[in-house]
Structure formats: C-alpha cells, structure tokens
C-alpha cells in the first residue's frame, strides 16, 4: 500500500514544487517592474509639489514687481515735487536731481 501512496504524494510534492518555483519566479520579474512604478509615482509627486512651489514664487514675484512700479511711480513724483519746490522757492535746482529724473524715466522707458 505504501508503495501505491509513494508515488502519488510525490507527484504531488513535484507539482506543488513547480508552482512554488513558477511564483517565486513571477514574483521575482515583476519586482524590477514594482519598484519602478513606485519611483514615479515618488517623482511626479515631487513634479506637483514643485509646480506648486514655482506658483507661488511667481505670484510673488509678480507682486514684486507690481510694488517695484508703485515705488518708482511714486519717486517720480516726490521728484516732481522736489523740482517744483525748489522753482517756488527760488532755490537753485540741483542737477542731481534732474538727472535722477532722468535716469528714472529712461529706465522705465526700457521696461
């Protein structure tokens, strides 16, 4: 009797041993696969959080730059001010602050 069992549980064990070794295998070729589909995800995790980033560097700079004009428009006119004071007053305009003006205008010409 034993000798009818024999060669059927090791038939089985046979099997049982080919499909281990099938899933051992499939699992061993997919892992290059798995691991690469979790780097990228990590990345364009990375990609959105930098995107982010560049927004609101850009809003901010633009807002910058939206002061920066602000700020010159109003140098412009204490400028102005200055310049129309000195000529009430009758003091003698100094040419700095002519050329200043002229600097200024000429700068913002070339924005």
Do not use: W
């Not at 024999?6 to 892992?31: D, E, W």
């Not at 930098?50 to 004009?69: A, P, Q």
């Not at 412009?76 to 050329?99: M, N, P, S």
């Amino acid at each position: 009797m034993i000798t009818q069992i024999l060669p059927v549980f090791q038939t089985i064990l046979a099997f049982c041993n080919i499909v281990l070794i099938g899933y051992g295998l499939f699992r061993f070729l997919s892992k290059p696969h798995n691991n690469l589909e979790n780097r990228v995800n990590t990345l364009e995790v990375k990609v959105k959080e930098i995107d982010n980033s560049l927004k609101i560097g850009n809003d901010h700079f633009r807002d910058l730059d939206e002061k920066s004009e602000v700020f010159m428009e109003c140098m412009l006119a204490f400028i102005d001010f200055e310049i129309a004071y000195c000529q009430a007053t009758g003091y003698a305009q100094t040419e700095d602050i002519v050329k200043a003006k002229s600097a200024l205008r000429n700068y913002l010409k070339k924005r």
